[in-house]
């Protein structure tokens, strides 16, 4: 007679139970198509910090010297307490993979204006449409939430792949800052892009009126 194997109830409970989500997962704050954005946690620190150290992505970011991680937490810790600060995570839906930020910063109550940036931090997302999607899915937050009239944004002239990035979520180019940034051993030229509200609407075909 064959003997039937039984799995003990505990043994069997475990493997019926998903594996129990970590706090900071499936925390689903603004939705887009392929990401979403959600709040940064302390549990993201390390991987903002390998990011922002990184030489391949600070060449284009404002920054010059080396973050901590003392600093980075620090920036985290103050998420949500300064007004006028939004700085959320970019989230890929397939995998729940956290890939880099966006922010909307200094946002005016009277001016209505703000300043956008952005960050893919995982090098293997780059060039495949994630920063064009972060960046429009956080000015349609900036226009649909904060009631901003004005989204303007700076950008190292030489930073090719953003400025592409950013005409293609709708951005114009207002102007340039002859030689106003230092860098790699020589002074460049820096650019201000704008997206009024105005124009977001009429690319949607819709007005104000
Ligand atoms: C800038 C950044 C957010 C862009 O996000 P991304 O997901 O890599 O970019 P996307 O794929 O959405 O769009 C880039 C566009 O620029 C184009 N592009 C890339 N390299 C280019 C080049 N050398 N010349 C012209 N266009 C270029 C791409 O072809 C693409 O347009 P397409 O889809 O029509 O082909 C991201 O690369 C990043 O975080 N880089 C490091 C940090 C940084 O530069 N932050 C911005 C500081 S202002």
Known sequence: MTQLRTIPREQNRQRSLPEPA???????FYEGDRIYLRPIELTDEHKLRQWVNDPDIWQYLMHRQ???AARERE?????????????????????DRLIGS????????V??????GVMIGDKAYHGK???TEAVRLMVRYGFEELN????????????????????????????????ALYRNGQFVDEYLFAIL?????????????
């Open 22 to 28: 970590k706090a900071h997962e499936r925390v689903l």
């Open 66 to 68: 080396p973050i901590n």
């Open 75 to 95: 920036f985290i810790e103050g998420q949500g307490r300064q007004p006028g600060e939004y700085v959320l995570g970019i989230v890929v839906r397939n995998g």
């Open 102 to 109: 966006v922010g909307l910063h200094g946002a005016h109550p």
């Open 111 to 116: 001016n209505r204006s703000a300043t956008l």
């Open 129 to 131: 449409g994630f920063g």
């Open 148 to 179: 901003l009239n004005r989204i303007a944004l700076h950008v190292f002239a030489h930073n090719f792949r953003a400025i592409g990035c950013y005409q293609k979520a709708g951005f114009v180019h207002e102007g340039c800052l002859r030689q």
């Open 197 to 209: 509200r105005k124009d977001w609407l009429a690319q949607r075909g819709l007005s104000d009126e």
